[in-house]
């Protein structure tokens, strides 16, 4: 299978069980169209987008953080064109302030999530949002009032369905408790496993849907760049994540020559490997997985789609499966922003 020949739409699945809305069974993710990797060239993120619908990638993610705002307001023209063939998914919890560019301070309280899903609303044009998302958990509030919060909106017909980001698998049966969960996402590749610790056990126990995030490595899987330090613009947040730079990225490119080998044996791109190996955690693990990689560039996303047509042999999949234990260096440059930093 070549990168470009892609044609016709991927599969479907159902996300959080069989009453679930039907998405493609791989996602979209929108967030570096506004912020964090670097320059974003508008009429070819425009023209990705469209492809979407086009390649049936209908699950659409974004978040009320990113570029503020701005990537909610973005999408707005094209959820309207397409609003009966998507799945839209937002966030809140992570807010930021005016005066000062790198705080981000965690909200997880019902005045704020009643607040914060009228924003969404307002900015992406639309009465319900399809998936709403706690994107990352205040310990300091209980998980039920937030969740109660969370399924009053529901109740408003404000918000569709309810997902949780970077909790733990406690955390997801705790609020599973409250009300139903449709989907966890969590970062979730190659280089990146530590939900296999508790959350992929609850999420394939509940039923709940896993959608991995970064399935990419935020790119580095595909040897787009090599050291960020050295190959990304001062402005990508990629140059702040321990992994991706120095010698830790030295070391960490060289974990990645079994994806090469086995993209080679495929014919394929060591992007479409890194994606077939976390669609294929489904099996693995027998729960639900909705991968959202993010692209800016259509034949990428063709070549994203295309992934979910490849199967990896047990052979392969035992090639690849001592990558993560090697990786050197956290994904993130705070780790008490994951779900794993509660999990001791
Ligand atoms: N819940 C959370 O806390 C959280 C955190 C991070 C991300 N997310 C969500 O997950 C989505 C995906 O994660 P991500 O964007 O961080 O990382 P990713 O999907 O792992 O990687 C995205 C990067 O890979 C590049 N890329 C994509 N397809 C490629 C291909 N076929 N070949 C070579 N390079 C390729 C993209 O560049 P181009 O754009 O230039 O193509 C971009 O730089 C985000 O958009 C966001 O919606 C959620």
């Keep these: 299978m070549s990168t470009t020949d892609f044609t016709g739409r991927i599969d479907t699945v159902r996300l959080g069980g069989p009453d679930g809305p039907e998405v493609g069974a791989q996602g979209f993710g929108a967030m570096g169209i506004s912020e964090f990797y670097g320059d974003t060239d508008e009429a070819a993120a425009r023209d990705t987008l469209e492809a979407t619908v086009e390649a049936g990638v209908t699950l659409i993610d974004t978040a009320d953080i990113y570029g503020s705002g701005a990537n909610e307001e973005f999408l707005a023209p094209f959820v309207a064109a397409h609003r009966d063939e998507i799945v839209l998914a937002t966030k809140f919890a992570i807010e930021r302030r005016a005066d000062a560019p790198h705080h981000r301070g965690i909200r997880n309280d019902p ?102 995030y970064s399935p990419l490595g935020r790119g580095f899987l595909t040897g787009a760049f090599a050291d960020a330090t050295k190959d990304l613009s001062t402005s990508d947040f990629r140059r702040h994540q321990p992994r991706f730079s120095g010698e830790n990225a030295e070391r960490n490119a060289a974990l990645l020559e079994p994806v090469r080998k086995i993209a080679a044996a495929h014919g394929v791109t060591p992007a479409q490997i890194a994606l077939a190996w976390v669609q294929q955690r489904s099996a693995v693990h027998g729960l639900t997985v909705v991968p959202i990689p993010g692209t800016r560039k259509r034949a990428r996303l063709l070549e994203n789609a295309a992934a979910t047509r490849i199967t990896l042999t047990a052979d392969e999949l035992a090639a690849l499966e001592p990558i993560a234990g090697q990786v050197a260096g956290d994904r993130y440059p705070d780790m008490s922003f994951t779900s794993v930093a509660r999990e001791g």
């Design 111 to 212: 005045a704020y999530i009643r607040e914060a899903v009228e924003n969404s609303l307002r900015r992406l044009g639309v009465e319900t949002i399809d998936l709403y998302y706690m994107h990352r958990r205040d310990p300091d509030i209980p998980l039920a009032d937030s969740v109660g919060a969370m399924a009053e909106l529901v109740r408003a017909g404000k918000v569709r369905h309810l997902g949780l980001s970077e909790v733990t698998g406690a955390e997801l049966r705790e609020a599973y408790a409250v009300h139903p969960i449709t989907a966890l996402q969590s970062e979730w590749s190659l280089f990146s496993r530590d939900v296999e610790r508790s959350a992929v056990g609850a999420a394939a126990d509940l039923g709940v849907t896993f959608v991995p």
